[in-house]
T-cell receptor, first 111, second 116 residues
């Protein structure tokens, strides 16, 4: 299974942008890059996903490096409700859509 | 907005007892997943269903765990007998269809199991 590497924790301030990095040097050409987040005592929640091009949605932006070996999740204006564990995951099919979660990055937002 | 339902939300059981968890996916979702999440770690896939068929149970401890999705809608995960190491959050998720790449998985709130 292709693996991702993320910092264990990051800290930012409310109303400032946050850039969460992810390395995935063994990514293959058909692997999608997904980001999920998990708030305390809740199930994971989908944030965004992409394949090659940068993506934007109402929650965040995903910037994918040209060689696809790394990506960055961007929260444009963090709020206290964005404090969560953020998981960067490579989706590979192999006959079944499968997400392999790592440890994730614990994001702390300071007021 | 449609949600994945799970019950119970919390369960305390004694070692060697049987325990069962229930999941009702979003209507129309063909693929259903059961994950286990140990405190401080990311979720780990236990079993995946496409309709009523198991398509991946490689990480399911089959000597004590079983899962079924008889009519291809709701699902039950059972542990018998429970062991102390089974204490964890059990998460259910669903998606439209496993053959569609780049799709979202929707997670339920989970069942927190404590084995004493």
């Amino acid at each position: 299974d292709a693996k991702t590497t993320q910092p264990n924790s990051m800290e930012s301030n409310e109303e400032e942008p946050v850039h969460l990095p992810c390395n995935h040097s063994t990514i293959s050409g058909t692997d999608y890059i997904h980001w999920y987040r998990q708030l305390p005592s809740q199930g994971p929640e989908y944030v965004i996903h992409g394949l090659t091009s940068n993506v934007n949605n109402r929650m965040a932006s995903l910037a994918i490096a040209e060689d696809r070996k790394s990506s960055t999740l961007i929260l444009h204006r963090a709020t206290l409700r964005d404090a969560a564990v953020y998981y960067c995951i490579l989706e590979f099919l192999q006959g079944a859509q499968k997400l392999v979660f790592g440890q994730g990055t614990r994001l702390t937002i300071n007021p | 907005e449609a949600e994945v339902a799970q019950s119970p939300r919390y369960k305390i059981t004694e070692k060697s007892q049987a325990v069962a968890f229930w999941c009702d996916p979003i209507s129309g979702h063909a693929t259903l997943y059961w994950y286990r999440q140990i405190l401080g770690q990311g979720p780990e896939l236990l079993v995946q269903f496409q309709d009523e068929s198991v398509v991946d149970d490689s990480q399911l401890p089959k000597d004590r765990f079983s899962a079924e999705r008889l009519k291809g809608v709701d699902s039950t995960l059972k542990i018998q007998p429970a062991e102390l190491g089974d204490s964890a959050m059990y998460l259910c998720a669903s998606s439209l269809n496993r053959w569609i790449s780049g799709q979202e998985q929707y997670f339920g709130p989970g069942t927190r199991l404590t084995v004493t």
